[in-house]
């Protein structure tokens, strides 16, 4: 019997086919997760202080419109002081999530000076992020309890503005233009010295419209102002009524500003901006002058400024005021300048001024021959002796003044030709001096041998015995007084005069001088010709 072969086993190298599948699936699965983790977001952490109007897997994390971010979960903190909102942010904010990245939370804000988050109403509260610059990573942070202000890295042309006075604007509040909306206003700042500096951009392409020019004020909304016979309304667009803002004007010459060094003056209103360049002036009055705030400086009738500022002397009966004078007229404002206040009168002699009744009181100024000044009294009537540049200025020497006083008419045959510019006691106090100011038209009409004679009232002539005469020269002279004169025929009649030249003031006329009737020509004496008539008059 044949002996039995033994079987050999040979064992197989390699992995068996049945662990292919268990090495897939653990690829897989790992892929899978490497996947997730790649894809997930970045959970942080957001301290607030309130939660109102958020929802846990609802509320969402905004960019610039488009949302970054989701709210997972909250946690009180221990001391209930603070609560913690867990947020997955998207995986391609992992960068941007620095030390300096700012959250806040967008909530509706409707009050008088500002209207935000309107949106809100619709979609519900969300928070908004600000990405830092910070090369730290974070995962905490606190939630800022407003929006902060725009970033300087925003395009456009950043400035600091800075007022004395309060103002009553709010970051996101417009910046105009000739009511055209330029910019915004970024943030207010209080500072030490009780001043507020008020940062603005302006938008890109409305940047040529600023210059080193261009002053800033306060949009006010509506300023109605009411000076009869005048009668202003400036109303400014319905956003900065609501919301307040800023306007600027810009005056040519200016050039572009590139680098801002120092911060540039906010005015309160649109008139103060326009006094930006005009003069301080310092003026000091008693307190029955009855000026005030807004009262105006006139020269030759023409408004040069006004009062800004009052304020009344421990002794409660001197006050002094700041004003301001336009820049083109500092020639003006010289030692021995005049300058006085000008109310409604009556009296006796008329009634003068009566526009003061509606516009108040103002202040004429003639101005003088000295150093320049800043300072002035302010005195309660006009000068005695003030002449006007054009025409001609006569003095009238009288015994007695009688009813006539300032600008009191001067006629020829009964037609005006001129007026009175003053009064006053002669050095030795014998007598009155008049001063008057015919104009330019009529000069020619004035001689050697003019006479003068005062018109005021009734002239009453004769007697018992002899033939009685009632004459005046108009009815406007006998109400008021007035000056009339009359210059002899042909060669009786003498040569022209110069300013400054005496006459006597008669108090009634001979009646021949109301016959002289001499062929002079009309119109206004050249200069050639009145310097000729002054050296005829120095040779004598």
Same mark, same amino acid.
């Given at each position: 019997?044949?002996?039995?072969?033994?079987?050999?086993?040979?064992?197989?190298?390699?992995?068996?086919?049945?662990?292919?599948?268990?090495?897939?699936?653990?690829?897989?699965?790992?892929?899978?997760?490497?996947?997730?983790?790649?894809?997930? =977001?970045?959970?942080?952490?957001?301290?607030?202080?309130?939660?109102?109007?958020?929802?846990?897997?609802?509320?969402?994390?905004?960019? +610039?419109?488009?949302?970054?971010?989701?709210?997972?979960?909250?946690?009180?903190?221990?001391?209930?002081?603070? %609560?913690?909102?867990?947020?997955?942010?998207?995986?391609?904010?992992?960068?941007? #999530?620095?030390?300096?990245?700012?959250?806040?939370?967008?909530?509706?804000?409707?009050?008088?000076?500002?209207?935000?988050?309107?949106?809100?109403?619709?979609?519900?509260?969300?928070?908004?992020?600000? @990405?830092?610059?910070?090369?730290?990573?974070?995962?905490?942070?606190?939630?800022?309890?407003?929006?902060?202000?725009?970033?300087?890295?925003?395009?456009?042309?950043? #400035?600091?503005?800075?007022?004395?006075?309060?103002?009553?604007?709010?970051? &996101?509040? @417009?910046?105009?233009?000739? +009511?055209?909306?330029?910019?915004?206003?970024?943030?207010?700042?209080?500072?030490?010295?009780?001043?507020?500096?008020?940062?603005?951009?302006?938008?890109? +392409?409305?940047?040529?419209?600023?210059?080193?020019?261009?002053?800033?004020?306060?949009?006010?909304?509506?300023?109605?102002?009411? *000076?009869?016979?005048?009668?202003?309304?400036? %109303?400014?667009?319905?956003?900065?009524?609501?919301?307040?803002?800023?306007?600027?004007?810009?005056?040519?010459? =200016?050039?572009?500003?590139?680098?801002?060094?120092?911060?540039?003056? #906010?005015?309160?209103?649109?008139?103060? !901006?326009?006094?930006?360049? $005009?003069?301080?002036?310092?003026?000091?009055?008693?307190?029955?002058?009855?000026?005030?705030?807004?009262?105006?400086?006139?020269?030759?009738?023409?408004?040069?400024?006004?009062?800004?500022?009052?304020?009344?002397?421990?002794?409660?009966?001197?006050?002094?005021?700041?004003?301001?004078?336009?820049?083109?007229?500092?020639?003006?404002?010289?030692?021995?300048?005049? %300058?006085?206040?000008?109310?409604?009168?009556?009296?006796? &002699?008329?009634?003068?001024?009566?526009?003061?009744?509606?516009?108040?009181?103002?202040?004429?100024?003639?101005?003088?021959?000295? +150093?320049?000044?800043?300072?002035?009294?302010?005195? $309660?009537?006009?000068?005695?002796?003030?002449?006007?540049?054009?025409?001609?200025?006569?003095?009238?020497?009288?015994?007695?003044?009688?009813?006539?006083?300032?600008?009191?008419?001067?006629?020829?045959?009964?037609?005006?030709?001129?007026?009175?510019?003053?009064?006053?006691?002669?050095?030795?106090?014998? *007598?009155?001096?008049?001063?008057? *100011?015919?104009?330019?038209?009529?000069?020619?009409?004035?001689?050697?041998?003019?006479?003068?004679?005062?018109?005021?009232?009734?002239?009453?002539?004769?007697?018992?015995?002899?033939?009685?005469?009632?004459?005046?020269?108009?009815? !406007?002279?006998?109400? &008021?007084?007035?000056?009339?004169?009359?210059?002899? $025929?042909?060669?009786?009649?003498?040569?022209?005069?110069?300013?400054?030249?005496?006459?006597?003031?008669?108090?009634?006329?001979?009646?021949?001088?109301? *016959?002289?009737?001499?062929?002079?020509?009309?119109?206004? %004496?050249?200069?050639?010709?009145?310097?000729?008539?002054?050296?005829?008059?120095?040779?004598?």
């Amino acid at each position: 019997m044949e002996a039995m072969e033994t079987p050999v086993v040979k064992v197989k190298k390699g992995i068996s086919p049945i662990w292919i599948l268990p090495i897939v699936a653990i690829l897989i699965g790992s892929w899978l997760i490497y996947k997730d983790i790649q894809e997930s =977001g970045v959970m942080i952490t957001v301290q607030i202080k309130d939660a109102s109007g958020l929802t846990a897997g609802k509320t969402q994390v905004m960019f +610039k419109g488009l949302p970054v971010g989701i709210l997972k979960s909250f946690q009180i903190s221990p001391d209930l002081l603070s %609560i913690a909102a867990e947020i997955e942010m998207v995986k391609q904010s992992r960068a941007k #999530l620095t030390t300096d990245t700012k959250f806040w939370v967008v909530r509706p804000e409707l009050s008088v000076n500002r209207i935000t988050g309107l949106d809100t109403l619709v979609k519900g509260s969300y928070f908004e992020v600000q @990405p830092g610059t910070s090369s730290e990573h974070a995962l905490s942070f606190i939630a800022l309890d407003e929006a902060p202000p725009l970033s300087t890295r925003v395009p456009g042309l950043h #400035l600091t503005l800075k007022a004395k006075h309060s103002v009553a604007l709010s970051p &996101g509040s @417009p910046v105009y233009f000739k +009511k055209v909306e330029v910019g915004e206003i970024v943030s207010n700042t209080l500072l030490d010295d009780r001043s507020i500096e008020t940062n603005i951009l302006i938008y890109p +392409k409305y940047m040529r419209h600023v210059s080193s020019n261009s002053l800033f004020f306060v949009s006010d909304g509506i300023h109605f102002e009411a *000076n009869l016979p005048k009668v202003s309304l400036r %109303i400014d667009p319905i956003k900065s009524i609501i919301r307040g803002g800023i306007s600027f004007i810009t005056p040519d010459g =200016g050039v572009e500003i590139k680098t801002q060094l120092t911060p540039i003056p #906010l005015y309160q209103s649109y008139e103060a !901006a326009q006094q930006a360049d $005009d003069i301080e002036i310092q003026l000091t009055f008693s307190v029955e002058h009855g000026l005030e705030l807004g009262s105006e400086i006139r020269y030759n009738g023409i408004k040069i400024g006004s009062i800004n500022e009052l304020t009344i002397a421990e002794d409660m009966k001197t006050v002094h005021a700041k004003a301001f004078i336009q820049k083109s007229l500092d020639h003006l404002l010289r030692t021995g300048s005049y %300058i006085w206040s000008v109310n409604a009168k009556f009296n006796a &002699g008329g009634i003068a001024n009566l526009e003061t009744l509606v516009r108040g009181p103002y202040l004429n100024l003639i101005s003088g021959q000295g +150093k320049h000044t800043t300072e002035f009294l302010i005195h $309660d009537t006009r000068p005695p002796n003030m002449t006007v540049d054009t025409g001609l200025n006569l003095v009238l020497e009288t015994d007695r003044l009688g009813s006539l006083g300032y600008n009191k008419p001067v006629y020829y045959r009964q037609v005006q030709v001129g007026h009175t510019t003053g009064y006053e006691l002669s050095a030795t106090g014998q *007598n009155v001096l008049v001063y008057l *100011n015919i104009h330019d038209p009529f000069t020619n009409l004035i001689r050697e041998n003019t006479k003068f004679w005062n018109t005021s009232g009734l002239h009453i002539k004769g007697g018992v015995m002899t033939e009685m005469k009632i004459s005046t020269e108009s009815l !406007a002279s006998l109400i &008021g007084g007035g000056i009339s004169f009359s210059t002899p $025929d042909n060669e009786d009649m003498g040569n022209r005069v110069s300013n400054g030249q005496h006459f006597t003031l008669h108090n009634d006329p001979d009646d021949k001088w109301l *016959n002289w009737s001499p062929a002079l020509e009309l119109g206004e %004496i050249t200069s050639h010709l009145l310097q000729e008539q002054e050296k005829e008059v120095k040779k004598k």
